[in-house]
């Protein structure tokens, strides 16, 4: 499939684009170049090939669950201005 300038231009026009009339024929290029990319890659038989997820068929590490910072919640509700039972107290903001 082969885009135009001017179909360069449709389409920019619907993604609110603004694009250079000098600048067009070189988008169309690419463009082109793109879809013919797209249906060469359409082309290739697939019948055998189970779909992934994931290109790579492996568990991921996890670091490990243990605490790494100390308990600072008394430090930190000293200073705020309203708190209860552990919580912190903000105005409503929805009504």
């Known amino acids: 499939m ?3 300038a001017d179909e360069v231009a ?3 026009h619907l993604a609110r684009l603004a694009v250079n009339a000098e600048d067009s024929q070189a988008h169309a290029q690419n463009l082109s ?3 013919a ?8 038989d697939t019948s055998g090939v189970e779909p992934l997820a994931h290109p790579l068929e ?3 590490r996890l670091r490990p669950d243990e605490v790494s910072e100390e308990d600072q919640r008394e430090r930190f509700q000293a200073i705020a ?12 903001v929805i009504e």
């Open 2 to 4: 082969s885009i135009d």
């Open 10 to 12: 449709q389409i920019a």
């Open 33 to 35: 170049e793109i879809l």
């Open 37 to 44: 990319f797209v249906e060469r890659l359409g082309a290739v």
């Open 58 to 60: 492996m568990t991921q």
């Open 81 to 92: 201005p309203l708190t209860e039972d552990g919580h912190y107290l903000v105005p409503r």
